[in-house]
């Protein structure tokens, strides 16, 4: 080969090179262009090409991805995930900037808290956070080490010391990720339940051998609930039946359990059975446990739909007959009517409360939910607990005390 012809082909294999090398760098959010002053420090993430977050630390390792193209906890069972907690969490690094940028050794990335977290020989103070973006094909998008914050001179945040890769030029942010949950459970979707006291047409208590231990019911909505049959002589606790009507209302999961552990069959389990006036139907299993020296407190749930019976209108009485003619109030009627309309268009069919009912059951009826033992407490389990004292206990209580003191 000729040396001109070999000179050209060196050339052009350098040109090919330096375009792979540029075209890398842009796509690769990882290499910053910019380091100065208010510069990206991921520049062009690729957000939506997300598809997993590892966050390891000292407290252990958490893994979010997706399953069957829905966010989940990994490291928590495939659990649903806080969506609007992982938005925030890309958001943030998304619009980090760098306050300014330089090159560390290895003992100032030590002191800065930059040492990768599973580094053996690291002390912990030493050690940082690493988050892991990756995609679907498992190729990484970022690895990031978080490290210690900067304090100003007021005592307050100055942002944080950031590292890429094993790259030894630290980064200091605009942002603060000092708060960066830790721990699995932290990363859950919470929200259970959130029905409304009013929405509720009864509530039965039953205990595991079938024994109705109490019944909590309204005729329509807007009245008020009532205890069902109550004893003779004792009078219902208003605030009580209030509060196992609002056991619904924000029901919120502190953890769930793993649904490969032993659970107790729920023919062996109390129940309460809330029926709802549009006909979705919750049973609920409260239970509680005794696991590594402490009580906790555990509800699994099923849904179902059943549909409500048309409420007969009740046969009105013609007014007597006195001659004179009472006027109709047209305008009135109406408009009444205009917000019944209105009122019925936002109802759900039968078919889509059925449909619902089955999804919501599919999605929740599989888990042993934890929850905090304030909230548990609402799912009463004793008639007594619903009942006023019993003033005629009182009074023999009483007599007994003063005939004891007269004796002696």
């Known amino acids: 080969?000729?040396?001109?012809?070999?000179?050209?082909?060196?050339?052009?294999?350098?040109?090919?090179?330096?375009?792979?090398m540029i075209i890398k760098t842009m796509q690769n959010p990882s290499v910053s262009k910019k380091s100065r002053l208010g510069g990206e420090l991921l520049e062009n993430l690729p957000v939506n090409d997300i598809a997993s977050v590892t966050i390891q630390s000292e407290e252990g390792t958490v893994q979010l991805g997706k399953v069957d193209d829905k966010w989940v906890v990994k490291s928590r069972y495939n659990y649903p995930v806080d969506f609007k907690k992982l938005i925030d969490f890309v958001k943030k690094w998304k619009e980090a900037k760098i306050g300014r940028s330089f090159k560390a050794s290895e003992a100032s990335l030590a002191r800065m808290e930059l040492l990768p977290p599973d580094k053996a020989e690291a002390k912990e103070e030493e050690k940082g956070i690493m988050v892991t973006l990756k995609k679907?094909?498992?190729?990484?998008?970022?690895?990031?080490?978080?490290?210690?914050?900067?304090?100003?001179?007021?005592?307050?945040?100055?942002?944080?010391?950031?590292?890429?890769?094993?790259?030894?030029?630290?980064?200091?942010?605009?942002?603060?990720?000092?708060?960066?949950?830790?721990?699995?459970?932290?990363?859950?979707?919470?929200?259970?339940?959130?029905?409304?006291?009013?929405?509720?047409?009864?509530?039965i208590f039953t205990s595991w051998e079938g024994k109705k231990i109490y019944n909590i019911q309204r005729e329509k909505k807007g009245e008020d609930a009532k205890l069902i049959n109550v004893p003779e002589g004792r009078k219902p606790k208003k605030s009580e039946v209030s509060s196992v009507m609002r056991a619904l209302s924000s029901l919120r999961i502190e953890d769930v359990e793993?649904?490969?552990?032993?659970?107790?069959?729920?023919?062996?389990?109390?129940?309460?059975?809330?029926?709802?006036?549009?006909?979705?139907?919750?049973?609920?299993?409260?239970?509680?446990?005794?696991?590594?020296?402490?009580?906790?407190?555990?509800?699994?749930?099923?849904?179902?739909?059943?549909?409500?019976?048309?409420?007969?209108?009740?046969?009105?009485?013609?007014?007597?007959?006195?001659?004179?003619?009472?006027?109709?109030?047209?305008?009135?009627?109406?408009?009444?009517?205009?917000?019944?309309?209105?009122?019925?268009?936002?109802?759900?069919?039968?078919?889509?409360?059925?449909?619902?009912?089955?999804?919501?059951?599919?999605?929740?009826?599989?888990?042993?939910?934890?929850?905090?033992?304030?909230?548990?407490?609402?799912?009463?389990?004793?008639?007594?607990?619903?009942?006023?004292?019993?003033?005629?206990?009182?009074?023999?209580?009483?007599?007994?005390?003063?005939?004891?003191?007269?004796?002696?």
């Open 1 to 20: 080969m000729k040396p001109k012809t070999t000179l050209f082909l060196v050339i052009i294999l350098g040109i090919l090179i330096g375009i792979s």
């Open 258 to 408: 793993n649904p490969s552990e032993e659970k107790t069959d729920k023919s062996k389990v109390d129940k309460m059975t809330v029926y709802l006036f549009n006909g979705k139907v919750y049973t609920l299993y409260p239970e509680k446990k005794f696991k590594n020296n402490e009580d906790v407190h555990c509800l699994r749930l099923e849904v179902a739909f059943q549909e409500p019976p048309e409420t007969e209108p009740k046969e009105e009485t013609p007014p007597e007959t006195t001659g004179e003619v009472t006027p109709v109030p047209e305008a009135k009627a109406e408009t009444e009517n205009e917000e019944d309309a209105d009122d019925k268009k936002d109802e759900k069919t039968p078919e889509e409360l059925a449909y619902e009912a089955e999804s919501d059951n599919k999605k929740l009826s599989g888990w042993t939910y934890i929850i905090a033992k304030w909230k548990y407490e609402n799912f009463i389990s004793n008639i007594e607990e619903l009942l006023e004292e019993d003033e005629k206990k009182e009074d023999t209580t009483t007599t007994e005390k003063e005939t004891t003191a007269e004796k002696e």
């Open 136 to 203: 679907d094909d498992d190729s990484v998008i970022a690895n990031i080490i978080a490290g210690k914050v900067r304090e100003s001179d007021q005592r307050a945040s100055g942002g944080q010391y950031v590292r890429i890769d094993d790259s030894d030029t630290v980064y200091l942010t605009d942002k603060n990720f000092k708060y960066m949950t830790k721990d699995s459970k932290g990363w859950l979707d919470k929200e259970l339940l959130d029905i409304k006291d009013e929405d509720i047409q009864k509530v």
